[in-house]
DNA sequence: CTGAAAGCGCTTACAG
DNA sequence: CTGAAAGCGCTTACAG
């Protein structure tokens, strides 16, 4: 960008008759400068439209402003809003506290692929991870000093700063929703188990069954991975196997949609034949006909409790990981 | 991050026994280095673990390697998983290309706002804009040498490089398919209007009318601003001053959700007695039931052919804006 | 409260 | 094909 030379620390110190060190205070908020002579440097950024070169001022200060927001998936993840409403939330707070959200949609597959790369180039102040499917890049990249927060709990135990919906408790509200609406047959259509968050879902409704005194039969839980199609499938292979279901808790709604879609196709009704729940409340829920029982998580509250644990730690503040709660909204599907 | 101290060219230089300028040469692809001493340079790289300094070399060449991808909007723009697969192709382009993506989603109010601002700071070497409600910024961007491209047909006609969906025709087939369905009284809810696409698809419909040889009556026109809510709204009033209405075209799916949650409480059915298309073909109008008549737009093409623009910029080549084309995708609803 | 000076880690004419 | 050297535009101890 060879625009129109844009001007530099030496011109606004010749213009306001001070030295670069003290443009530099005063653009940096330093009040150790003399009241005058600071207005002097602010009237000549003023006149000259002076806008500071960040990429000097980071090679020096060792502080690109810039955090990664890294989605560990392909993009077809952004088919589902509920990451847009994510990364919505992250940038929101991360601009309000003069950062910036560097986005990349890549499978981490290793610890040595691009965004590995890219993430020890130095061109980032910290990272934020989501849909994180293994840690080991993760981990390298603490030791290295790199603030980190992941967004999901982490595959592995180790102590990373995490943000997570309570995945447990709103499976477990979910199928005891269901148990209670008179259902006696409920299975599960997981996501991808790969993921904690999937797999949370599923001890949640495992939960359930035990404190209905005992566990579901294993044929009541189908594998999906989050799309609709899986959602499909998954219905499918339950209503095979177990022709008398009657409530079905599908762990995001791109999913339950997919099995609502089935039990028509099969000329069955939701809810009078099968109840459905889903998980999210996305808008797709919420527009769905008939509505679609679906537990609430704040999306965009958990992209902001991202950022702000990533600003504290910036900050060298301690932090905990952090739950979000979630709560079923009731519809016409269960 | 102060992390333990990662090599420099200092180090890679002394290791391999060659200068810092051959270093440097090596890493970035210059192949009048002898074979021989790019090996013991390579070697090094490999041996120390070495990540070139991202920061440092973007001061020394002038070019960061980041684009802004900036959405004139707020967040709640990302419930409609539109935007999210726009980003999406657009990452993924520019990942390719060894570009990085840097998110701002926020109101461009004025040409002295956060985002100008930093636009005007040197960390990016071009900006692709989505939903852009004014250009006054972009003009400026543009005189001062910045690669940009649009999103969407800008507001005003000053040559910018840009990328749209063929909203007007889109538009058309959606009113004549309605009227090829036997609907006599069509009415449209348009997005907001302020936006370019908007208009468009709304010019698409007139023209559909004009077609049929003659115009519609000014209350067929409601205005919605793409959101679920104002879908509903703008289908209570087009009931109101048209009761008799029996095809309508909603500007976008959410919309079209919206028009039929409204036409379904008055205990009407889609599309017996009110035919509905909507615009995007989402996963939405996918997983809708009765399924949604949409017209299909590719989203994640539109972001990649943004991102083609952009690096065809910077690299110097002539580009032309490009129109993508639409498809109509008839399912239940129309 | 202020300035001179060194330094951040690369890139790139220039000269050979 | 290669190296010495200047430079990119800031920040930050250090000394006063």
Redo the contacts with the bound molecule.
């Keep these: 960008m060879a625009q129109t030379a844009r001007p ?2 030496a011109v606004i110190a010749k213009t306001a008759g ?5 443009v ?2 005063v ?2 908020g330093d009040d ?3 009241p005058d ?1 600071a207005k002097r440097v602010q009237d000549a950024v003023e006149k000259l439209g002076y806008k ?2 960040r990429v ?2 980071a ?3 060792g502080r690109t402003g810039l955090i990664a927001v890294v989605i560990d998936d392909d993009l077809s993840i952004f088919q589902d809003p509920f990451w847009g409403s994510v990364t919505a939330g992250v940038s929101r707070v991360l601009m309000e506290n003069e950062l910036q959200s560097l986005l990349m949609v890549s499978p981490v597959d290793s610890v040595d692929g691009a965004v590995a790369h890219y993430l020890q180039s130095g061109e980032v102040d910290g990272a934020i991870f989501f849909a994180l499917h293994s840690d080991a890049l993760v981990k390298r990249l603490a030791k290295q000093g790199l603030p980190i927060v992941i967004t999901g709990t982490p595959p592995s135990n180790d102590d990373f700063i995490f943000v997570d919906t309570d995945n447990f408790g709103g499976g477990l509200a979910a199928t005891k929703h269901l148990f209670s609406r008179g259902c006696q047959k409920v299975g599960i259509i997981t996501g991808d188990t790969g993921l904690t968050d999937a797999k949370q879902r599923l001890d949640g409704y495992h939960q359930a069954y035990r404190e209905g005194g005992h566990l579901p039969s294993k044929t009541l839980v189908a594998n999906g991975d989050y799309s609709f199609e899986s959602g499909k499938r998954a219905m499918r292979q339950l209503l095979d196997s177990h022709p008398g279901i009657d409530g079905v808790f599908a762990s995001n709604d791109l999913m339950a949609m997919g099995a609502i879609a089935v039990i028509q196709e099969l000329g069955k009704t939701v809810p009078e034949h099968i109840k459905v729940v889903g998980f999210d409340d996305s808008l797709i829920a919420q527009t769905a006909r008939p509505g679609l029982t679906s537990v609430r998580q704040d999306v965009v509250a958990l992209g902001e409790a991202a950022a702000n644990l990533m600003i504290a730690q910036l900050a060298g503040i301690e932090v905990e990981p952090k739950i979000l709660p979630t709560e079923l909204v009731v519809r016409e599907s269960a």
Excluded at 18 to 22: D, I, L, M, N, R
């Design positions: 530099t620390y001070v030295s670069e060190a003290t530099s205070r653009l940096n150790s400068v003399h002579r500071k070169n000097a001022s090679l020096a200060s």
